[in-house]
């Protein structure tokens, strides 16, 4: 089973709610160091932490993290985006390629540069923060690209399974963090979240459903559309009249 004892791990994203607790559970599992990434790398009270700019936008940023940090072992595909509006139609052009580079070409590119890296560790993983959105296309752009990250993820698991890699897929609805500071529905604790994951990984499993809300969407996928989208019902009678 992988274990973080003595692992070398990479959070994208260190520096929000989510990536921060990543940053520290890894440590107090044993890790002997993070690479904390950020476009902008805050600093950190502890010399096994190592702040490293990474814009996972950038090729050639990417290109430089894989050199920086060539000894990883575990690699978190945390750093996402987001869009205010839900309507994929409405959203700016500058909406759809940030969320489409960050939530899905960022990770991809990621752990395709990585994948030689971690291949030639024993006990190598990846794992990549999906959403509850992946199954629930109510968000736009930030659905689609879940979904595209939750497919992607899908592909590299089977892929690096041959060379030892470990793929880790999460899915979760709310998360409490500055990014979901705009809703009063139900939140996930960050810390809660990170322990679910980091547990599921050390127990050797593929999938985190994280919430009730990725449980309960994971199963209506094998229901009928309009049973997952009530506004469809009914919504034929025009074409039909």
């Not at 709610?17 to 950190?44: M, N």
């Not at 559309?225 to 469809?232: F, S």
Request: proline share 4%; no cysteine; aromatic share 6%.
């Amino acid at each position: 089973m992988p274990s973080l004892n003595g692992a070398v791990v990479l959070v994208t994203g260190a520096n929000g709610g989510i990536g921060t607790h990543f940053v520290h559970d890894a440590l107090a599992r044993g890790a002997s160091k993070v690479y904390a990434t950020a476009r902008t790398p805050r600093t950190w009270e502890d010399e096994r932490i190592v702040p490293l700019t990474l814009d996972v936008t950038d090729v050639a940023s990417i290109e430089a993290a894989v050199s920086a940090a060539g000894d990883v072992t575990v690699l978190i595909n945390n750093a996402g985006a987001s869009v205010a509006s839900p309507g994929i139609l409405t959203h700016t052009n500058e909406e759809i390629r940030t969320n489409v580079e960050t939530n899905f070409l960022g990770p991809l590119f990621l752990a395709r540069a990585f994948a030689p890296v971690l291949s030639a560790k024993d006990e190598s993983v990846i794992i990549d923060i999906h959403s509850a959105m992946s199954w629930y296309a109510v968000a736009g752009i930030y659905s689609a690209t879940k979904a595209a990250l939750w497919s992607a993820t899908n592909s590299l698991r089977l892929e690096l399974a041959s060379e030892g890699v470990h793929v880790v897929g999460v899915h979760v609805g709310w998360v409490d963090t500055a990014m979901a500071a705009h809703t009063t529905d139900p939140k996930t604790d960050p810390a809660d979240l990170v322990r679910t994951v980091l547990d599921a990984v050390e127990a050797g499993e593929y999938e985190v459903l994280a919430d009730e809300t990725s449980v309960q969407l994971k199963a209506a996928l094998s229901g009928p559309v309009e049973a997952l989208y009530p506004a469809l019902q009914g919504t034929n009678s025009k074409s039909q009249s």
